[in-house]
């Protein structure tokens, strides 16, 4: 039967599978049936941030709302505010250039995301974990090592 409207609340966001194709306003793009055209085994990430998503939607024929089904899991959910001293630490899941940086990003790139923050989920982009700072008292030390080569906030 016919589903409700999704309503995403302030500072919300839900993923959706199989969405359908948009062209840069955002209008459904047809296929050469009339029907919106789906974007199969693909993701959205559609975030209320007072700019999108601010009114309820529907779902098109074909779109999944990830969640909904599995027992104990909300398919809308707040963003993440990231404290100071805190970071998230995220992994590409493929190409794309980084809008808040302007970084290109390759599939399997890890990278920090410094607090204090709010983080807005992508479809391109895996949560690993929330990392906190460490505190080195006085007669103490820290021993860290890389795992990969990379370049720090410094250079």
């Keep these: 039967g016919p589903e409700k409207f ?8 839900c993923r959706v599978k199989n ?3 948009r062209d840069a306003d955002g209008t459904a793009l047809p296929d050469e049936h009339g029907q919106a055209s789906v974007r199969f085994g693909d993701e959205e ?4 941030d007072g700019k999108q998503w601010t009114m309820p939607f529907p779902l098109y024929p074909g779109e999944v709302l990830v969640g909904k ?9 707040k963003l993440t ?8 630490r995220l992994k590409a899941e493929r190409d794309f250039t980084d809008a808040d940086t302007g ?18 989920p992508s479809e391109k ?12 008292k006085p007669n103490e030390a820290l021993r860290i090592r890389a795992k990969v080569d990379f370049t ?3 250079g």
């Design 125 to 136: 982009v895996a949560f690993v974990a929330k990392v906190g700072a460490k505190v080195v």
């Design 69 to 77: 089904d599995v027992k104990g899991e909300q398919p809308i959910k």
């Design 6 to 13: 999704i309503a995403l609340p302030p500072q919300c966001f």
């Design 152 to 154: 720090d906030e410094s």
């Design 19 to 21: 969405p359908i194709k």
């Design 103 to 120: 970084v290109e990003r390759k599939a399997g790139d890890e990278w920090l995301f410094l607090g204090p923050r709010t983080y807005i």
């Design 81 to 88: 505010v990231v404290p100071k001293n805190t970071a998230l």
């Design 45 to 48: 990430v559609r975030v209320n």
